[in-house]
Structures are given as C-alpha cells and as structure tokens.
C-alpha cells in the first residue's frame, strides 16, 4: 500500500512557540491530503482538507489562523500550530487520498506536548 | 452532513469468540465505508473497506456487511486472537473527499 510519513513524531514545545508538522506521500501523488486531532481515547477530529496548490478547507470551529496548512506539492503539507499552548497538545495525524483510490492513507502521528 | 454512530464504545471478547461492532449512518449518498484499526500510538490502518454496491464483504477472520436500506454496516472478527485488541474505527464517505468518522470500539481480546 502506499506510505504516508511524518516529522517529527514526537515535540515539545514552550507555550507561545510555533511549531511545523510535515506529511509527506512517499511513493504516491496525493491530490488531497487531511489533517486530523486525536484526543486520547477518542476518535479522529478532522481539521481540514487541503487540496494541492490551494488553500485549506478547515472544519467548523478550528481556526485557520492558529493551525495554518500549506499543500505546496503532491507529496508534502505542513501544519503549523502557531503561539501554541497546553490545550493544544495532541496528537495529530494526516492522512493522504489520491484521485485513483478510495481509501485514505495516514501518516504514523505526531505527538504534540505543550508546556 | 453526515452523521456517523458506532456501538459499542468497548468490547472484551474471550480468545477464540467472535467480536461485531456496528456502525449507522445518516446520508444516504454515502457510498463508500472503510473500518480501520488502531493500535495505541499508532496510525490507524485500512484493514477492510466495502461499497456501497456489494452487501458483503470477506477477507479471512474479517468481514463487512452493508444495509443500505437500513443505513448500517458491520464489522465481524472471527476466531479473535490477542493481536488484535485496538481500537477500531468506522467511516463513510458521501463521495468527494469528507470521511465521518464513527467514535472508535475499543476491542479487548482476552486470552
């Protein structure tokens, strides 16, 4: 199947900083890619969807300014989670869909701890 | 939108036994509905998908099935085994790129 990575897979981070999570498709275009949150023991948050070379479509409630997505290429977004604090740890996974399959592809997650 | 529910929420199953987790949703253009695991920590990984022009479907101890009519569809594990204890999620898709998400059935395999 195809692989979806992401870095880092585990930060921590001062209340206040900045910090990037890329997702990349290893070995496939993906025209579309998801950004979720995951709360432990729960299920997953979608966030928003991004669509290569244009802008994020975000969930209602999550704000776009404080978790900024680019989808600069077929193969890798980023989110920054901007002046981040503590009710912002989590854990955060992307996932990647190509126009060919139907099934979405996630990445391994990364951990998000904020002091 | 879509509205996607899933029961139960935790299930303990001897070793052997069978283990059913069952999904409902409200779209009737869903069309497509894939079942995920999850293991703690880690990425939640396909491990059997069904459309919405089949009934059911089977690939070894793991099968859906699908009642379009009734808007569910179903989950079976079969001769369960300790591995695999995980979390396992629901969805459907109404076409285009939205997947709801069913809350997750924790499964406990008890050996």
């Known amino acids: 199947g195809a692989v979806v990575s992401q870095h880092p897979s585990w930060v921590i981070c001062k209340s206040g900083t900045s910090v990037k999570i890329e997702c990349r498709s290893l070995?496939?275009?993906?025209?579309?890619m998801f950004w979720y949150r995951q709360f432990p023991k729960q299920s997953l948050m979608l966030m928003a969807t991004?669509?290569?070379?244009?802008?994020?479509?975000?969930e209602q409630g999550v704000e776009k300014d404080k978790f900024l997505i680019n989808h600069a290429s077929l193969t890798l977004s980023t989110l920054t989670v901007t002046s981040a604090h503590p009710e912002d740890s989590s854990f955060y996974i992307c996932?990647?869909?190509?126009?060919?399959?139907?099934?979405?592809?996630f990445g391994p997650g990364t951990r998000l701890t904020v002091l | 939108g879509e509205n996607v529910e899933q029961h139960p929420s935790t299930l303990s199953v001897q070793e052997g036994d069978s283990a059913v987790i069952k999904c409902t949703y409200s779209?009737?253009?869903?069309?497509?509905f894939p079942w995920y695991k999850q293991e703690l920590g880690k990425r939640p990984q396909l491990i059997i998908d069904i459309r919405s022009n089949v009934g059911e479907k089977k690939d070894q101890r793991i099968a859906v099935t699908l009642n379009k009519t009734a808007k569910h569809f179903s989950l079976h594990i079969t001769e369960t085994q300790p591995e695999d204890s995980a979390v396992y999620f629901c969805a459907a898709n109404p076409g285009g790129n939205q997947f709801y998400f069913g809350t997750g059935t924790s499964l406990t395999v008890i050996p």
């Open positions: 070995d496939f275009q993906a025209t579309t």
């Open positions: 996932s990647a869909r190509t126009a060919s399959f139907g099934e979405q592809f």
């Open positions: 991004s669509n290569e070379g244009s802008k994020a479509t975000y």
């Open positions: 779209d009737s253009a869903s069309n497509y």
